[in-house]
T-cell receptor, first 119, second 112 residues
Framework: DTGVSQDPRHKITKRGQNVTFRCDPI?????LYWYRQTLGQGPEFLTY????????KSRLLSDRFSAERPKGSFSTLEIQRTEQGDSAMYLCASSLFPVGGTSGRNEQFFGPGTRLTVL | GESVGLHLPTLSVQEGDNSIINCAYS??????FIWYKQESGKGPQFIID?????DKRQGQRVTVLLNKTVKHLSLQIAATQPGDSAVYFCAENRGSGYALNFGKGTSLLVTP
């Protein structure tokens, strides 16, 4: 499978515990995005990387959340001291951003997501 | 703040009929729009996109129409099939490479 992959697919944790999710983007894609999706809602942007640089964070990304993409390939999203309100689907997406210009397109390919349940 | 939203939360159609899913956006600066399909337990799947310099784009059985005057976007699915049953999201952004801003979604149910 050459698409975006995420691990684990499901995570159940107790309030106060730390969790870490991994995303492997499509191999030639230089941009990687994290979104959060709650039931019945569309995905909400959390943060994104171009290669290893984290270029933007949303206000949803509290100081308990941190994301890394150390080698510009896979990325991890860590949530510290989880709260029940963190229960959601965490989606990763990747895209190929043209170097030196723009095509005007932003086709993002999503992974299957990690469903987090905080008890 | 700026938002992307959908007119109808649910849509039920018979197999073989055409489906139209609508979306309104409020940000005049939006210049790129995408429709995604999301099946239960899966991530969103790209269907079709359109840039703001176009008003229509066609794919396989799908057409996206963009009306910038009234800030309205629609997805037309021809000859709807049971496999089209899913939640459909429109999304927009204001430039290549930026985060997408998603609407709430419309649930499409195709009945035999």
């Amino acid at each position: 499978d050459t698409g975006v992959s995420q691990d684990p697919r499901h995570k159940i944790t107790k309030r106060g515990q730390n969790v870490t999710f991994r995303c492997d983007p499509i191999s030639e894609h230089n941009r990687l995005y994290w979104y959060r999706q709650t039931l019945g809602q569309g995905p909400e942007f959390l943060t994104y990387f171009q290669n290893e640089a984290q270029l933007e964070k949303s206000r949803l990304l509290s100081d308990r959340f941190s994301a890394e993409r150390p080698k510009g390939s896979f990325s991890t999203l860590e949530i510290q001291r989880t709260e029940q309100g963190d229960s959601a689907m965490y989606l990763c997406a990747s895209s190929l951003f043209p170097v030196g210009g723009t095509s005007g397109r932003n086709e993002q390919f999503f992974g299957p997501g990690t469903r987090l349940t905080v008890l | 703040g700026e938002s992307v939203g959908l007119h109808l939360p649910t849509l039920s159609v018979q197999e073989g009929d055409n489906s139209i899913i609508n979306c309104a956006y409020s940000n005049s600066a939006s210049d790129y729009f995408i429709w995604y399909k999301q099946e239960s337990g899966k991530g969103p799947q790209f269907i079709i996109d359109i840039r703001s310099n176009m008003d229509k784009r066609q794919g396989q059985r799908v057409t996206v129409l963009l009306n910038k005057t009234v800030k309205h976007l629609s997805l037309q699915i021809a000859a709807t099939q049971p496999g089209d049953s899913a939640v459909y999201f429109c999304a927009e952004n204001r430039g290549s490479g930026y985060a997408l801003n998603f609407g709430k979604g419309t649930s499409l149910l195709v009945t035999p």
